[in-house]
């Protein structure tokens, strides 16, 4: 087994009853106003992971998934912790979500993985800028890691420096399960 493509992940809360709430109100209930309160949790983690001033990439919606929604969480909470703390490089657009995925919602680990592989391009403008970068992915949730796997790889194979990914809430599962 190949380690993750990824330096370092972080997550500022468990996905719980707690923290899964408020990311489905900020993700699919219109609640742009969590942004603030959402990006002041993940504060300290993002200041201590962008002392390398990264660029700044949030995981991109399928423009489709775009249009429905309206806005990408992911990137909001990039703009404005990148805006607040005036660290990193905010760059919504160097990757693209080039195919439309199903919600992630109910895979298997192996179904995540194969439904974004390929997913995922670095935009042709954007490959110089790229080379040799620290990248700091950020994302909402992170349950298997395939996402974020998935993109740091397609980042990587661009020429990308080392890729980390911070997350508001990670799904932990117990020993039991």
């Known amino acids: 087994m190949n380690p993750p493509p990824l330096a370092q992940m972080r997550a500022a809360l468990a996905y719980d009853d707690a923290s899964r709430g408020l990311i489905l109100k900020l993700k699919h209930g219109d609640g742009l106003q969590l942004v603030p309160l959402l990006a002041q949790i993940m504060s300290a983690q ?3 992971m962008t002392c390398d001033e990264p660029l700044v990439i949030p995981i991109p919606l399928h423009r489709w ?3 429905k929604r309206r806005y990408n969480q ?3 909470l990039a703009r404005y912790l ?3 703390t005036e660290r990193g490089e905010f760059d919504p ?3 693209i979500r080039q195919r439309p995925t199903r919600s992630q919602g109910g895979l298997s680990r192996r179904q995540r993985k194969h ?9 042709e ?3 110089a800028r790229l080379l040799g970068r620290p ?6 949730v992170m349950t298997t890691g395939a996402t974020l796997f998935e993109a740091a790889d397609v980042l990587q194979r661009a020429g990308s420096g080392p890729v980390s990914s911070l997350v508001i809430a990670r799904v932990v599962r117990s020993a039991a399960a």
């Open 65 to 67: 998934r775009y249009l």
């Open 115 to 123: 439904n974004v592989a390929g997913a995922f391009r670095v935009a």
């Open 125 to 127: 403008q954007s490959h």
């Open 74 to 76: 992911s990137a909001e």
């Open 46 to 48: 993002f200041h201590a």
């Open 135 to 140: 990248i700091l992915l950020l994302d909402d």
């Open 82 to 84: 990148c805006q607040r």
């Open 93 to 95: 657009w160097l990757l």
